[in-house]
Nanobody, 124 residues
Framework: QLRFVESGGGLVQPGGSLRLSCATS????????IGWFRQAPGKEREGVSC???????DYSDATKGRFFVSRDNVKNMAYLQMNNLKPEDTAVYYC??????????????????WGQGTQVTVSS
């Protein structure tokens, strides 16, 4: 059974940083593309970043240059380093996985497996 556990969320001041982790179990991470998504209150879930099994990376325009995605296939972990956080980054953040595509995308419909999410709040 595929499992994801996101962690690392919390309350941070504007301009601060957080690193989210996605611990996976029940499957070999190296064959999966990983996506990061977020959903703010009252808004649709949106793509943030992704990293393919071959290491290709993509970011949304809102996070490019501030967020950095990585993965450790040995540890079965994925990470999202978030810098220079802004109040508009406040959301529940999710990691997701899919094995059937060669390239990763930040379209949620392309992903089959999802974590439960971790809350990130950016506020002074």
């Amino acid at each position: 059974q595929l499992r994801f556990v996101e962690s690392g969320g919390g309350l941070v001041q504007p301009g601060g940083s957080l690193r989210l982790s996605c611990a996976t179990s029940g499957f070999k991470l190296y064959i999966y593309n990983i996506g990061w998504f977020r959903q703010a209150p009252g808004k649709e879930r949106e793509g943030v970043s992704c990293i393919s099994r071959s290491g290709g990376i993509d970011y949304s325009d809102a996070t490019k240059g501030r967020f950095f995605v990585s993965r450790d296939n040995v540890k079965n972990m994925a990470y999202l380093q978030m810098n220079n956080l802004k109040p508009e980054d406040t959301a529940v953040y999710y990691c997701a996985a899919v094995s059937r595509n060669e390239y990763c995308t930040i379209e949620q419909t392309d992903y089959d497996y999802w974590g439960q999410g971790t809350q990130v709040t950016v506020s002074s």
